[in-house]
């Protein structure tokens, strides 16, 4: 292991490549007490010795030994895990193997999530829409205000102020549902701690109020706007298409309001109620009205059941968010109004819907049972033997066994073998996340196990990127996203959609056929299906390192 030794003290990183040998590891890395773990790539023999070096002095400061071979046919890889949790000492290392290869270096220490953190969290305020981002804050990535012109409500002549919010990634187009999700994961992390965080370097930060409430402020106080006066709430606004590469305030095409959708309704009572609760203090003529503005969208909910879910009407071709079962995101709506309120009316209808069965699961701007579930959870209001709280128990129970099985299951620690679907990444980070809120609640499984998809984004996976732009030894550097492109450098703090199977855009069907699915994944910015960025992509993101 000398020669080995030699190149890792003067800092040499064996490159990750997808496509050969490699030890893949969190580049980030680890806090003293975690279960600390590397994946051998196509390389090592059974039971062989593999060490840990000190990156700057060459000390060797662990020695242990690969476990079997396991086969990983979704990465089209043979992998042996090397298991270094012993080392508990704050420092800068390295794995090797016996044969001299070196993995890239990550750090042992206690706070080794907070820069990650912040810069996570920054990446929504470089995405604010409506207002000028600040140079000395934002850098290459400052922008002038821009759509800030009246938008037009879709097939009427009505002109609306929908100024705000954070475009949602790659694409400035703003859209309910994705945004509502972004919102809710920054108050889970918001709630979840028990300190202010009040030094991102945000416009807002040194106010003595926690960053991370006021950044998911902006996007409610846009929200706000989004609410027709019939209390449905528009799907989305954009232009007609998406714009070339250009900065934000370039794209000066008409703006369209989309029509009013079921799910944008549903996800807009949930994340206001939410707010509601959590504004209370701060903010508290903001939080009446975060009040009102759910109960109405609930009434109109009540009164269109049975309804398609949201097309994009002809000629609009930005993103669509179609679903077409509202149940979840009616489910999490009476969830939080119940929180919120307390009042009959909410509280039956959450029981009702979480007892009805449809889909009680997901954390995406898709599926948003789980959101509900959590709600019913943390509700202060609700006794241990409340049968609703009970109830939500058991569906959260069964999600926390299948998302174990499934991280047992991969060397790697993605809780996915053969499907990676568009943005699994934002699926990792979320059962990631869900389990760190488990691990909060007290359940050792799930703590413990949160590391494990924490690694996988960072690091530990078949392609050997950390998923988060300018972060680690080896990230991506051509992500999907306009802002970077006209900075020509790329924006940090960033979480790439990662391996989509699907091949769903020209540039990865032409570039990755064939390709086993967990490396169905390139850093090229045409890739739109494996590399753009987005909000609510982050978002969770953001609530796992502010949890760990
Ligand atoms: O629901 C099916 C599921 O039943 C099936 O098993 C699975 C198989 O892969 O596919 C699922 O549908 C996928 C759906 O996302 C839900 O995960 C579709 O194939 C997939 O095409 C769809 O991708 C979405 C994509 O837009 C295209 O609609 C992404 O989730 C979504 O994040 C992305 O969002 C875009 C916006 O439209 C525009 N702004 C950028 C943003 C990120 O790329
Ligand atoms: O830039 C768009 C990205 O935000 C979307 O997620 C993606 C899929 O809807 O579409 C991108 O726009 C591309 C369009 O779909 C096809 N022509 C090229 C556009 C820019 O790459
Ligand atoms: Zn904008």
């Known amino acids: 292991m000398a020669m080995a030794l ?9 490159a990750a490549d997808s496509s050969s040998a490699g030890i893949r590891v969190n580049q980030v890395g680890f806090r003293p007490d975690a279960v600390k773990t590397a994946v051998f790539a196509g390389t090592g023999v059974d039971g062989e010795a593999f060490a840990v070096i000190e990156v700057n002095s060459g000390e060797t400061v662990f020695e242990g030994n690969l476990s079997a071979a396991i086969d990983n046919p979704w990465a089209g890889e043979t992998n042996r895990v090397a298991d270094f949790s012993g080392l508990t000492r704050n420092g800068t290392y390295c794995v090797v193997s016996a044969d001299g290869l ?25 995405q604010r829409c409506g207002i000028e981002t600040d140079g000395a804050l934002a ?13 037009t409500v879709w097939d009427t002549g009505e002109k609306i102020d929908v100024s705000g919010g954070w475009h949602d990634a790659g694409d400035y187009g703003r859209y309910v549902v994705s945004g509502a999700k972004a919102a809710a994961d920054l108050m889970l992390a918001h709630a979840l701690r028990g300190e202010i965080l009040d030094d991102f370097g945000i416009p807002e930060s040194g106010d003595g109020l926690d960053d991370l409430l006021e950044e998911a402020k902006v996007e409610l106080d846009w929200l706000l706007k989004m609410q027709a006066a019939s209390g449905g709430v528009y799907h989305k606004v954009s232009c007609a298409s998406f714009p070339a590469f250009i900065p934000p305030e370039k794209e000066t095409g008409e703006l369209i309001v989309c029509p009013v959708s079921n799910t944008a309704t549903g996800d807009f009572a949930a994340v206001m109620a939410m707010a509601s609760r959590l504004c209370a203090v701060d903010w508290p003529e903001d939080a009446r009205a975060y009040l009102d503005a759910a109960r109405r969208a609930w009434d109109y909910l009540a009164q269109h059941e049975g309804e398609p879910g949201f097309q994009n009407p002809d000629g609009i071709v930005t993103g669509e968010y179609p679903d077409d079962d509202d149940s979840d995101e009616r489910f999490w709506a009476a969830a939080e109004l119940a929180s919120a309120t307390g009042e009959a009316v909410y509280v039956e209808a959450a029981s009702d819907l979480l007892a009805t069965g449809g889909k009680r699961h997901g954390l995406g701007w898709l599926d948003v049972g789980t959101y509900g579930l959590l709600a019913v959870l943390n509700d202060a209001r609700r006794d241990e033997d409340d049968p609703t709280r009970e109830a939500a128990r058991v569906e959260l129970d069964a999600i926390e066994e299948e998302a174990l099985a499934a991280i047992a299951l991969n060397p790697y620690g993605a809780d996915r073998t053969d499907a990676y679907e568009w943005g699994s990444n934002m699926g990792v980070a979320n059962t990631a996340a869900l389990l760190m809120m488990e691990g909060r609640r007290g359940n050792e499984a799930c703590r413990r196990a949160a590391q494990q998809p924490l690694d996988y984004l960072l690091g530990k996976n078949a392609t050997g990127y950390c998923f988060v732009t300018a972060t680690g030894a080896r990230s991506p550097e051509h992500p999907h996203h306009r802002p970077s492109h006209v900075a020509r450098e790329v924006m940090p703090g960033m979480l790439v959609g990662g391996p989509n199977s699907g091949l769903e855009d020209p540039r990865a069907a032409s570039l990755l056929r064939g390709n086993p699915p967990a490396k169905c994944y390139v850093d090229d910015e045409q890739s739109y299906s494996t590399n753009e960025v987005c909000v609510y992509w982050n978002s969770p993101l953001v609530l796992l390192l502010a949890g760990m």
């Open 139 to 151: 850098g290459p990535y400052a922008h002038p205000a821009c759509h800030t012109a009246l938008a």
């Open 102 to 126: 070196e993995s890239p270096a990550f750090t042992v220490g206690e706070d080794v999530y907070g820069e990650l953190l912040r810069s996570a969290a920054r990446m929504l305020y470089l």
């Open 6 to 14: 030699a190149l890792c003290a003067m800092g040499v990183v064996a």
